[in-house]
Protein backbone atom coordinates (compact mmCIF):
# COMPACT_ATOMS: atom_id res chain seq x y z
CA UNK A 1 0.00 0.00 0.00
CA UNK A 2 2.48 2.33 0.78
CA UNK A 3 4.18 1.53 -2.90
CA UNK A 4 1.09 2.39 -4.67
CA UNK A 5 1.00 5.99 -2.29
CA UNK A 6 4.48 6.93 -3.33
CA UNK A 7 3.75 5.77 -6.76
CA UNK A 8 0.66 8.16 -7.02
CA UNK A 9 2.74 11.27 -5.09
CA UNK A 10 5.98 10.79 -7.81
CA UNK A 11 3.39 10.63 -10.68
CA UNK A 12 1.33 14.16 -9.24
CA UNK A 13 5.10 15.63 -8.75
CA UNK A 14 6.03 14.68 -12.33
CA UNK A 15 3.03 16.18 -13.52
CA UNK A 16 3.68 19.56 -12.21
CA UNK A 17 7.34 20.04 -13.17
CA UNK A 18 5.40 19.14 -16.85
CA UNK A 19 3.34 21.70 -16.55
CA UNK A 20 3.52 24.92 -18.83
CA UNK A 21 2.57 28.18 -17.95
CA UNK A 22 3.01 31.68 -19.58
CA UNK A 23 6.13 32.26 -17.14
CA UNK A 24 7.94 29.64 -19.11
CA UNK A 25 7.18 30.61 -21.92
CA UNK A 26 8.48 33.97 -21.78
CA UNK A 27 11.84 32.88 -20.09
CA UNK A 28 12.49 30.55 -23.14
CA UNK A 29 11.63 32.87 -26.06
CA UNK A 30 12.43 36.48 -24.97
CA UNK A 31 15.86 35.77 -25.80
CA UNK A 32 15.20 34.34 -29.41
CA UNK A 33 16.94 36.19 -31.93
CA UNK A 34 15.05 38.88 -32.75
CA UNK A 35 12.74 38.58 -30.04
CA UNK A 36 11.29 42.05 -28.29
CA UNK A 37 10.31 41.57 -25.03
CA UNK A 38 9.08 44.36 -22.57
CA UNK A 39 8.46 43.83 -18.98
CA UNK A 40 6.18 47.05 -17.29
CA UNK A 41 5.96 45.89 -13.62
CA UNK A 42 3.11 47.07 -11.03
CA UNK A 43 5.12 50.11 -10.12
CA UNK A 44 5.34 51.43 -13.66
CA UNK A 45 1.66 50.74 -14.49
CA UNK A 46 0.42 52.83 -11.17
CA UNK A 47 2.86 55.29 -12.56
CA UNK A 48 1.17 55.55 -15.52
CA UNK A 49 -2.23 55.85 -14.10
CA UNK A 50 -1.24 59.16 -12.70
CA UNK A 51 -1.43 60.61 -16.97
CA UNK A 52 -4.79 58.82 -17.47
CA UNK A 53 -7.49 61.82 -17.27
CA UNK A 54 -9.52 61.22 -13.87
CA UNK A 55 -12.67 62.70 -15.83
CA UNK A 56 -12.66 59.87 -18.95
CA UNK A 57 -16.18 59.01 -19.39
CA UNK A 58 -15.09 55.49 -20.11
CA UNK A 59 -15.54 54.19 -17.01
CA UNK A 60 -15.08 50.49 -18.02
CA UNK A 61 -11.85 50.82 -19.67
CA UNK A 62 -10.74 52.57 -16.72
CA UNK A 63 -11.75 49.98 -14.14
CA UNK A 64 -10.04 47.53 -16.75
CA UNK A 65 -7.05 49.73 -16.79
CA UNK A 66 -7.19 49.96 -12.94
CA UNK A 67 -7.15 46.01 -12.28
CA UNK A 68 -3.67 45.15 -14.19
CA UNK A 69 -0.73 45.16 -12.11
CA UNK A 70 1.90 44.02 -14.44
CA UNK A 71 2.36 43.48 -18.06
CA UNK A 72 4.10 41.85 -20.16
CA UNK A 73 4.69 41.73 -24.20
CA UNK A 74 6.68 39.39 -26.37
CA UNK A 75 6.85 39.80 -30.14
CA UNK A 76 8.40 36.92 -32.20
CA UNK A 77 7.37 38.96 -35.86
CA UNK A 78 10.79 39.52 -36.34
CA UNK A 79 11.88 35.78 -35.24
CA UNK A 80 12.35 32.85 -37.96
CA UNK A 81 9.35 30.58 -38.85
CA UNK A 82 10.95 27.46 -36.79
CA UNK A 83 10.79 30.11 -33.82
CA UNK A 84 7.73 30.82 -34.11
CA UNK A 85 6.94 27.20 -35.11
CA UNK A 86 8.15 26.32 -31.51
CA UNK A 87 6.60 29.15 -29.64
CA UNK A 88 3.15 27.75 -30.83
CA UNK A 89 3.59 24.03 -30.47
CA UNK A 90 4.49 25.26 -26.67
CA UNK A 91 1.62 27.79 -26.09
CA UNK A 92 -0.63 24.92 -27.50
CA UNK A 93 0.81 22.74 -24.44
CA UNK A 94 -0.40 25.10 -21.78
CA UNK A 95 -1.81 23.51 -19.05
CA UNK A 96 -4.70 23.03 -19.55
CA UNK A 97 -5.64 23.04 -15.67
CA UNK A 98 -4.52 26.47 -15.57
CA UNK A 99 -5.82 28.23 -18.48
CA UNK A 100 -9.59 28.46 -20.13
CA UNK A 101 -9.58 29.61 -23.56
CA UNK A 102 -11.96 32.82 -23.64
CA UNK A 103 -12.24 34.00 -26.91
CA UNK A 104 -10.72 32.73 -30.50
CA UNK A 105 -10.74 35.06 -33.18
CA UNK A 106 -9.58 34.15 -36.78
CA UNK A 107 -9.55 36.41 -39.69
CA UNK A 108 -8.32 34.77 -42.36
CA UNK A 109 -4.47 33.55 -41.71
CA UNK A 110 -4.28 35.93 -38.28
CA UNK A 111 -5.37 33.93 -35.27
CA UNK A 112 -6.32 35.28 -31.39
CA UNK A 113 -6.99 33.55 -28.57
CA UNK A 114 -7.55 35.02 -25.20
CA UNK A 115 -6.32 32.65 -21.87
CA UNK A 116 -7.24 32.92 -18.48
CA UNK A 117 -6.36 32.22 -15.35
CA UNK A 118 -8.84 32.20 -12.27
CA UNK A 119 -8.81 31.94 -8.95
CA UNK A 120 -12.52 32.03 -7.56
CA UNK A 121 -13.92 34.20 -10.02
CA UNK A 122 -11.20 36.78 -10.42
CA UNK A 123 -9.27 36.36 -13.35
CA UNK A 124 -5.72 36.43 -11.97
CA UNK A 125 -4.08 36.12 -15.40
CA UNK A 126 -4.92 37.29 -18.82
CA UNK A 127 -3.17 35.82 -22.50
CA UNK A 128 -3.80 37.27 -25.58
CA UNK A 129 -2.36 35.16 -28.12
CA UNK A 130 -1.76 36.38 -31.96
CA UNK A 131 -0.37 34.08 -34.52
CA UNK A 132 -0.56 34.27 -38.35
CA UNK A 133 1.23 34.46 -41.53
CA UNK A 134 3.04 37.63 -40.16
CA UNK A 135 2.46 37.70 -36.70
CA UNK A 136 3.48 36.25 -33.59
CA UNK A 137 2.89 37.67 -30.02
CA UNK A 138 2.25 37.08 -26.87
CA UNK A 139 0.79 39.85 -24.53
CA UNK A 140 0.39 38.85 -20.72
CA UNK A 141 -1.74 41.11 -18.18
CA UNK A 142 -1.91 40.03 -14.57
CA UNK A 143 -4.03 41.66 -11.77
CA UNK A 144 -7.87 41.11 -10.21
CA UNK A 145 -10.15 41.09 -13.27
CA UNK A 146 -13.81 40.68 -13.33
CA UNK A 147 -15.08 38.58 -16.09
CA UNK A 148 -17.77 41.16 -17.23
CA UNK A 149 -14.59 44.08 -17.34
CA UNK A 150 -13.11 42.28 -20.33
CA UNK A 151 -16.65 41.74 -21.84
CA UNK A 152 -17.12 45.45 -22.06
CA UNK A 153 -14.07 46.08 -23.44
CA UNK A 154 -14.75 43.37 -26.12
CA UNK A 155 -18.25 44.98 -27.03
CA UNK A 156 -16.40 48.38 -27.18
CA UNK A 157 -13.61 47.08 -29.65
CA UNK A 158 -16.55 45.20 -31.23
CA UNK A 159 -18.32 48.37 -31.67
CA UNK A 160 -15.24 50.28 -33.12
CA UNK A 161 -14.82 47.98 -35.58
CA UNK A 162 -18.27 48.65 -36.98
CA UNK A 163 -17.58 52.06 -37.05
Not at 56 to 82: A, F, G, P, Y
Not at 110 to 117: Q, S
Not at 144 to 151: G, T
Amino acid sequence: MKKIIAICLLLVAVQTTWAIDAKQVFNEFKEARNAEYVSIPRFLMRLGLMFVDKDEEDTETRRLINSIHSMKVLDLERCSNSVKQNFMKRINALNEDQYETLIRVSDGDDKVKILVREEKEIIKEMLIVCSGSEDCALIQFKGNFKESDIDALVKQAENQRKE
